[in-house]
């Protein structure tokens, strides 16, 4: 890919990665449900997201994540690249390789504002991991939708969260419960959880 694209400096036409999501832009007549709205720092990337829950949210402690987000842990949220909508500042995004070191449209990337710098999202195969931090979440109801599920990497927190969450030493549901995680209590949580997120998924409630 051109690089210069990225930043609407390119003039060898029309880059293929914009017309796809999640980079594709919705027009007023396409059929987008818009739920959320939310933008970056400094408010020239904006974009919308058309599923009320997310797929997942979970907190993640990662050294990685510390030393990305200079912050003691990472709060992200999963969609689909269908679910959001670019309105402003399509152009103003730039993107990192994390693999390769290297500012590059090279999956799985790291996206985020080239004006401010916040990050946007880690743009995966198939979905993208966004930050709910950017969201603006006007109710009780739509913060409750994005709780963290679950701790990752938690062996390599900096400080303890007793919040009675499950704690995996590494990616969740593929390594072990650590900490304050009563496999039963654990167990009892997720079930009723999932039941109560099918029921949903079932009435439609979170499209």
């Keep these: 890919m051109d690089k210069n694209q990225a930043r609407g400096e390119s003039t060898t036409g029309i880059s293929e990665w914009k017309q796809r999501p999640p980079y594709r832009i919705h027009e007023k007549n396409d059929d987008f449900d818009a739920k959320y709205e939310a933008n970056c720092h400094c408010g020239k990337v904006k974009y919308q997201l058309s599923r009320r ?8 402690h990662c ?3 510390q030393t990305q987000h200079a912050a003691p842990f990472q709060w992200a949220a999963i969609f689909h690249k269908t679910d ?3 309105t402003n500042g399509h152009h103003d995004l730039e993107w ?3 693999t390769e070191k290297s500012i590059e449209h090279k999956l799985p990337c790291k996206v985020r504002c080239s004006f401010c710098h916040s990050p946007i999202m880690d743009e995966g195969r198939n ?3 966004l930050f709910p ?7 009780d109801e739509d913060r409750a939708l994005f709780k963290p599920r679950c701790h990752m990497f938690y ?11 499950p704690k995996w030493s590494g990616l969740s549901d593929e390594s072990e419960l650590i900490e304050d995680s009563p ?3 654990v167990r009892e949580l997720e079930r009723k959880r999932e039941e109560e997120r099918e029921e949903r998924f079932k009435k439609g409630e979170n499209e």
């Design 133 to 139: 931090s950017l969201i603006h979440l006007k109710t």
């Design 96 to 98: 990192y390789d994390p």
């Design 63 to 65: 050294t990685t994540c």
């Design 155 to 165: 062996g390599q927190r900096v400080m303890d969260i007793p919040d009675g969450l």
């Design 53 to 60: 829950e997310p797929l997942d949210s979970k907190l993640c």
């Design 127 to 129: 979905m993208i991991l």
């Design 183 to 185: 496999p039963k209590k």
């Design 84 to 86: 959001i909508n670019f």
